[in-house]
């Protein structure tokens, strides 16, 4: 399975990087194509994205560039990742060789400027670590939807970003400040005030800006090149400069300080749903915004959050405390809630917007979930969204999650949606090779655009990836979700995203020059061109090749797929 | 169990990496904010427990085979069992520390053993230790002692010194203070001195299960034949070995208890009186095997259920080992107990504790990788401002030991029960 190439290339990069900062050794090569999410677009469900033929660990910037050369000169593609998550994050193609560049040796906090308010960090720095060094000046960081055991570098230099404090901070693709990026073709390109060598404080000059037009989508997706330091803004932190738990693991509590107010807000309907989000971004109260507790599904979020903060239960629980009429009254109470925290300049401040969002509850209809807000659940929602270090319970049932849906947009727009993402997941579980958690099992930030007005929800789709017949079922839903949204004349969500990685390239350029505005593919291809040569950067760079688009006929889907 | 019964692990895993640190939650700082010893030292994603998950699924699948890099990755690592704990936060179907010592087993089986590791093993089949050391000198510690043998008599307790305190010459003092506040406290107790054997959970973690089983299967009939009831350890590994291992064989029936647990009982009964002072700002080391893999063995026999459609639960229930009820406070409230000591604590304590690198074989097989653990562990000491690191585990202790030689640094090492030694009126200094 390992693809044969010269020994000199091997060398060469050994040379540069260290005999212990290479491995090719199968076993070792499997641990990098092993990757969540595989299994649904992958040949016979396996659970491999293709191997890398060698894994490198550059420990700097020079090394990265150095070794990006090397790849050109033989002809090898580069593919970067930090923490590594998603299959999208390994090799795309088995015949293609291709260095993984596992940046876990860049993980230096470089530079924390308080006045300014940024920090500048290398690729293995991961959220949670920023944050703990930041909270201890008054600083936080916006933590992206997929926790904080994720890289500040890749959510940042790529499109998306956003976490439960972007209503607040703003997400991190508009947090980026100056950025150090390695071309596909292996120079070192500075970008913002950093080209100018004026230092990091801006992303957009003086001097060139290219992100938009090089970074990928989500993480390790689609970006060109390697980013090795970015400066990331931050916001003021008005709580203890040490976060301080509480109990034993897994639901550690934090306590609320006196300037905090930690809820869990419910709505009779979504459109009192929308018309709260509207009203907590017209009257600018608020930190952390997100509905998180639904990723367990509605119908079973509070039998397992209320056994998950007890450290005696287990899935058995849950499915005891299911059938628990008290359980069932919480449960439809939390139907329709998210997750609210609120961070006061003052014990005034703090006042003022509890009576602020005391009157948009009365004036919506929604409520606050009592139970969700008793100091035990309250303490625990407020350790796990400053933290966010229990994104991982997005598999807690079986392992295996796909986000469908998440379209972003504003409240109306998300809500036009929602029942639709309902009914489909409804029907889709009936074949009881999915979680049967209720149709809604959607969560998502209450904004992504600092200040509010942008939302989206995913709907989580737990399936066992150790079941062809739910992975196959997990498959079906996605082209489900699919067929829906063109149904009804929704753009399609997240799992396009996912089901695209085991397209071949002429399906995806066929799909792409159908859309409204390839034209932007077909100038992405020079932009392509201008960085990466060789053609070695990420597959997932959305680029049209010549003859696709605007100026000739896109091939019928029967001819893309031959 | 085999690899195979770890297959479901394997596949569920998501690489989420969060095996690779200590539980976000309790992140203080960038500094000390990383749980794995192994991946700090191997670098690559294999030396990670999410890693070996998908070594074991690959050697299983035939895609690859086992070189020597596959081997230092299996086994240059302490078996801490951090990433268990980690892990678990978010899954509740997943036993990464299990499935990781059961690959070590697998290669140990078909001869993939270590070289280093050979004459260890070879002493532990001669002389019934894992030091090196004739047997014959075991029972040494304990000489001028005036203490039940039961190799001729019973005993309620016994006392198990273990191999390191009965054979490490600086730590067996230990032993002998554990003997007095035993003594003092009218227990009914003995030791089987020189013809104490290991317990062998050393061994069982480096791979060698026939050889943990052989010393299980000889002190449990010991101890039997001794009308043992209890057994009592100073020493964090035995105490695993004893009450994890041992009471999940058929027919064990043997009550275990930690030294510091004994002795947190005697003072909080008001049994020991800790009355001089010891003047010194300490901090303490959770060992592994006390802490996180100190929790109680629950006996379980089931399978995996499903319910709603596809989460995975188990049919009974089976326990949930997370770190969340390992022996962390008796040692701490003993420190707490003794005049003039001021303890400090470092950012990774309890379920979150970093290893002092001596376990899972690291110390034996890999003794620079295991020194670069214990000196990890040391700085975080010193950052507190500390005089002096504290333990309850001769292993621990020995490597901080040998580490600070090796670096001349000023950090004090002691036993919990060593600094209870000198706050005790009367006991030998």
Redesign the interface.
Known sequence: ?TIEISRDAYRAIEDIVGA??I?D????L???A???LAELVRPNRS??MPRPWA?V?PGSTEEVAAVTKVCNKYGIKVKPIS???YHWAAPMKDNEPTVQF?L??MDK?IEIDEKNMYAIVEPY??C???Q??VMKLGLNVNIIGA???TSIVASACAYFGGGPSSYYMGNNSDNLLGQEWVTPAGDVLRTGSLSSGAGWFCSEGPGPSPRAITRGNLGSRGGLGTYTKCAIKLSPWLGPP??E?KG???G?R?PIPDNFRVYTIGAPDWDAWAECYYQIYDNNIGYIFHRQFNLAGAD?APALWLNYID??K??????VS?KDPEIQRITDEARISFQFIMQGNSIEDIQLQDKILDTILKQTGCYKVKRFCEPDMAEFTN?YMQ???????????????MGSWMQPGTPDFVKSYVPVAISGFERD?KS??????GGDAMMGCGSTLGGGGYSGLEQFV??????NE?IDACVKHMEDAIADTAEHGIPPGKELLYLQIGWQDERIWNAMAKMQQQFVFSFQRKIKEAFDPNALGDRNYPWLPEGWGAKTEAPTEASANK | MALEDF??DA????????CK?I????????RF?RGCPSIEAG????YSA??RL??A???MDG???V?E??KE?VFKCTLCGQCD?SC???????EPLEAMRELRATLVNEGHTLPQIEPVIAGLRTNFNMVGKPARDRGNWAKELKVKDLTKRKAEYVFHAGCRYSFDGDLGQVARTCVNILTAAKVDFGIFGKSEKCCGGRACDMGYRNDFQAKADFNLIAWRKAGVRTVITPCAECFHTFSRKYTAQAGSEIKVVSMVQFVDDLIKEGKLKLTRTVDLKVTYHDPCHLGRQGEPYVPWDGKEK?????????D???P?Y????GVYDPPRDILKAIPGVQLVEMERIR?AAWCCGAGGGAREAYPEFSRSTANERLEEARSTGADAIVTACPWCERNFIDATEANGTAMKVFDVIELVGRAIDGEEQ
Request: hydrophobic content about 35%; glycine content about 6%.
């Open positions: 399975m212990d900062n491995s050794d199968p076993a070792f499997d641990s990098y092993f990757e969540w659970h491999y894994v660990l923490t590594g998550w596992d876990r040796r906090i720095v991961i949670a670590q920023l703990a060094e926790g904080c055991s040490v976060l738990p034993p693991p897994p550690y934090l079973l450290p005696t287990t899935l058995n629980d849950v499915e299911a350790m933290r966010l270090g229990h994104k991982h319970c997005n598999f807690i049932w079986v392992g295996g999650y579980q009881h090779k999915l979680v049967e958690c737990s399936y066992d990836p150790n079941d739910s | 297959r479901a596949m569920r895993c998501t690489r989420c990496a969060y640190w539980p976000f939650d309790l992140m203080k700082s960038a904010s670098k690559f994603h294999s999410g890693g998908v070594t699924l690959s050697l895609r690859s085979t070189t890099k596959v990755s704990v678990k936060m978010c899954r509740y179907d997943m499903k319910i709603f459609g596809q989460a995975v639960c188990y009974p229930p089976r949930k997370n770190g969340a009820w379920e």
